[in-house]
């Protein structure tokens, strides 16, 4: 079962942040605020045990590990995909090693597409539903 906390979770993102070394808080920042200029209206939530960003759904879910930063679901759009292509861990999620500098933009591309797709996704869905 996923637990999911109430989409007004700043506070909440916060104190998943700060269970990580200084360096790593300053990166996780970084890419909480590229996906946030890509999706201004977005709620911010802890799902999945990670931060996440929704909009008309799941937008992106991103967290940190020992070496990366990982970033989630896989992103469908064909050019963005060719992008990401060297950060392709398992299962298509991406891998932002935390030994070189972060791809803000790249990652913001990401975010984006990704939202593009949950708006088509939920129109889709509401289409279905009015059918």
Same mark, same amino acid.
């Given at each position: *079962?996923?637990?999911?906390?109430?989409?007004?979770?700043?506070?909440?993102?916060?104190?998943?942040?700060?269970?990580?070394?200084?360096?790593? $808080?300053?990166?996780?920042? $970084?890419?909480?605020?590229?996906? %946030?200029?890509?999706?201004?209206?977005?709620?911010?939530?802890?799902?999945?045990? *990670?931060?996440?960003?929704?909009?008309? /759904?799941?937008?992106?879910?991103?967290?940190?590990?020992?070496?990366?930063? !990982? %970033?989630?679901?896989?992103?469908?759009?064909?050019?963005?995909?060719? $992008?990401?292509?060297?950060?392709? /861990?398992?299962? /298509?999620?991406?891998?932002?090693?935390?030994?070189?500098? *972060?791809?803000?933009?790249?990652?913001?591309?990401?975010?984006?597409?990704? *939202?593009?797709?949950?708006? $088509?996704?939920?129109?889709?869905?509401? !289409?279905?539903? /009015?059918?």
């Amino acid at each position: *079962m996923t637990t999911v906390q109430p989409a007004a979770a700043p506070e909440a993102i916060e104190a998943d942040f700060s269970a990580h070394p200084a360096a790593v $808080q300053a990166v996780l920042r $970084q890419v909480r605020q590229a996906i %946030l200029a890509e999706v201004p209206d977005g709620q911010e939530r802890i799902s999945y045990s *990670m931060p996440a960003v929704f909009h008309h /759904g799941v937008v992106v879910y991103y967290a940190a590990f020992k070496k990366h930063i !990982g %970033l989630y679901p896989p992103v469908r759009n064909a050019a963005v995909r060719k $992008q990401v292509a060297p950060y392709a /861990g398992p299962k /298509g999620n991406l891998q932002f090693p935390l030994s070189a500098p *972060m791809p803000l933009e790249l990652i913001g591309a990401v975010a984006r597409a990704r *939202m593009q797709e949950c708006v $088509q996704e939920n129109l889709a869905k509401a !289409g279905k539903r /009015g059918a």
